[in-house]
């Protein structure tokens, strides 16, 4: 039955597909990327549906020299095909720097198969936020949030847009500690990251 489930589950998400294709797929829900001499990329990838419809994930770790590979190492080690169109979620780490922007951002549009429209955040030690706060807990963070002058719901196809027309952006940071945590707004300017007060612009 579980099987059944995860076959309708998957059907539903991803489109008109017979059930090989299913079986090579793994479907990324978040995302979230550092950079330290390599980039380290952590997927949240969906491994099965409980008995109540919802979905278990799993996360998963890899590094590499450049994205090409960051991505074809994640495809490596779970040995499936990358689906990467259902991604909700982005987390960027906050040391990335300004060649690190513009590698990721080449990456994502250099790949048209992949959607733009995810919320797009950054944080420290994404490792801890995505092994204790799954996409949907931070999804509904971003969407429910009460105070306007808090978090910034932007997303990576508007991050992309304004990095390239050399325009300024803001963007929230989370982090974990017993739960998640908002953790105030930073802009990009100068091809780095500023803190700035709580506000939004």
Not at 95 to 122: A, C, G, S, W
Not at 168 to 183: A, W
Request: hydrophobic share 40%; proline share 0%.
């Amino acid at each position: 039955m579980k099987k059944i489930f995860l076959l309708i589950f998957l059907l539903f998400i991803t489109g008109c597909m017979n059930y090989n294709e299913l079986n090579d797929l793994a479907i990324i829900k978040s995302i979230g990327i550092e950079y330290n001499n390599d980039y380290y990329i952590y997927a949240e990838i969906i491994e099965d549906i409980d008995k109540d419809n919802i979905p278990k994930t799993k996360v998963i770790k890899a590094s590499g020299k450049n994205m090409d590979e960051l991505f074809n190492n994640i495809k490596l080690l779970v040995n499936k095909e990358i689906y990467l169109d259902h991604i909700d979620l982005l987390i960027l780490d906050e040391n990335l720097n300004n060649n690190n922007f513009q590698e990721i951002t080449k990456y994502f549009i250099l790949h048209q198969e992949l959607r733009n429209d995810f919320y797009t955040i950054i944080g420290s030690d994404i490792e801890n936020i995505l092994n204790n706060a799954k996409y949907d807990e931070i999804e509904k963070m971003i969407i429910n949030n009460k105070n306007d002058n808090q978090i910034i719901k932007i997303s990576f196809e508007e991050i992309i847009s304004k990095y390239l027309d050399h325009k300024i952006f803001n963007i929230s940071k989370i982090i974990y500690d017993n739960e998640i945590k908002f953790d105030g707004n930073y802009q990009y300017i100068n091809n780095h990251l500023e803190r700035i007060n709580h506000e939004k612009n």
